[in-house]
């Protein structure tokens, strides 16, 4: 998920893995040219690895690529959005808790992020799949402060208040909110309730995905209590016309 240069040539890897969630494992040598460790153990590669338990850190002896989902990494749009799967995934993970779905949902979503044809709607899919299965899925049925269910129509969203709010319990509070609109609201429950494939070929208005993305990414950073650090890189690249290749490969450090 991120990795760190040690020393001369080892380098300091932080691994999302399915039984221990995040650990934190060196590996020797891996910078040295001709390492045996180096080719495999990239960023956002899913790979099979042989750990050495120690008191403090681990190391990692034997490392195997599984999965270089080589369709993203000649893309820097794609790798953008990869690495922002990966923080999201790594920050709701926590050290020597098991991760199994979590695990599950970040290599599928890479898998699709090197083939789909709207990476933009991978990403609306993933981030509300990530919530959802973090025990964090916002309300999107009835309001989140009285619990009435919503009537159709425009309403607002509170990432403070975890989910849709209506209009008597708008005005309470001084919460920031978001606009939802009737078709905002419906892409919403659609993305909530269906697996990845199915909403690759959804249709989301200019609007809609603009009110989406900010709902989204608002109630990401509530519960993640911070900004996610790749967020404003992909705020930079988003408007790029064509992603063009990645210069140097995938190489940009942690
Ligand atoms: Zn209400």
């Known amino acids: 998920m991120r990795h760190l240069d040690l020393g001369e040539a080892d380098r300091l890897l932080w691994l999302l893995t399915p039984q221990r969630g995040v650990l934190r494992a060196t590996a020797r040598g891996a910078r040295k040219p001709g390492s045996k460790l180096g080719g ?13 338990e120690g008191r403090d850190l681990h190391g990692v002896s034997q490392a195997d690529t599984v999965d270089a989902f080589r369709g993203m990494r000649t893309d820097i749009g794609r790798v953008s959005r990869g ?28 898998g699709w992020m090197a083939t789909t044809e709207s990476p933009d709607a991978l990403i609306r899919w993933y981030v509300l799949r990530l919530l959802t299965i973090t025990g964090f899925m916002p309300e999107f049925g009835s309001c989140a402060e009285c619990g009435n269910v919503l009537e159709p129509g425009d309403h607002v969203f509170s990432a403070e208040r975890g ?12 919460d920031v909110l978001h606009p939802a609109s009737l078709g905002t609201i419906k892409v919403l429950r659609h993305l909530a309730r269906s697996d990845y494939p199915a909403v690759a070929a959804l249709s989301v208005g200019e ?24 967020s404003a890189f992909l705020d930079e690249i988003r408007d790029w016309p064509e992603a063009g290749p990645v210069p140097g490969g995938l190489h940009r450090g942690s």
């Open 40 to 52: 495999h153990i990239d960023l956002l590669c899913y790979v099979k690895l042989s750990i050495r």
């Open 83 to 110: 690495l922002y799967m990966a923080e999201l995934a790594q920050q709701v993970s926590v050290e020597d808790a098991p991760a199994p779905a979590v695990f599950r949902l970040l290599v599928n979503g890479l």
């Open 163 to 174: 989910g849709l709010v209506c209009p008597a319990c708008r005005s309470q509070g001084s």
């Open 207 to 230: 609007e809609e995905r603009r009110q989406i993305e900010r709902i989204l990414r608002a109630h990401a950073s509530t519960v993640l209590d911070r900004g996610v650090r790749s």
